[in-house]
């Protein structure tokens, strides 16, 4: 099998097992872009760093954090993708998660075979 073809089945399973549902909002100028409405996918929303941090460093002690804010990515498959091209910008809301968080896109890259990832970081409230 061509590696391009299983690489395509890999991330369609991962969007149908770890996908969820989110809200794109394109944005023109800090407000709704009339010629690009809101549409809601299904994509896979990786939130946070996989690393933690030191909160302090007080007589030799530590506590570490881990958070799931600030800087996230967007995994889109390209071929069930057919909404707007991306701007930085353009709002992501996570619809089925506490507080449905919201992020702007920072930066897009569509140098992947069959995926377009979209690096979100935490919008301003």
Aim: glycine share 10%; net charge neutral.
């Amino acid at each position: 099998m061509d590696w391009r073809a299983l690489e395509a089945r890999v991330d369609k399973a991962m969007t149908r097992a770890f996908g969820e549902q989110v809200r794109l909002s394109f944005m023109k100028g800090g407000r709704a872009d009339p010629d690009r409405g809101q549409i809601v996918v299904r994509a896979v929303l990786h939130t946070g760093g996989d690393d933690s941090f030191p909160l302090s460093m007080t007589d030799g002690q530590s506590f570490r954090t881990r958070l799931a804010a600030g800087q996230a990515e967007l995994f889109l498959n390209r071929s069930e993708y057919s909404g707007p091209a991306f701007e930085p910008g353009d709002s992501v809301r996570a619809l089925g998660r506490d507080g449905q968080p919201r992020w702007e896109v920072a930066s897009i890259s569509d140098r992947y075979s069959h995926l377009i990832v979209v690096s979100l970081t935490e919008a301003a409230r």
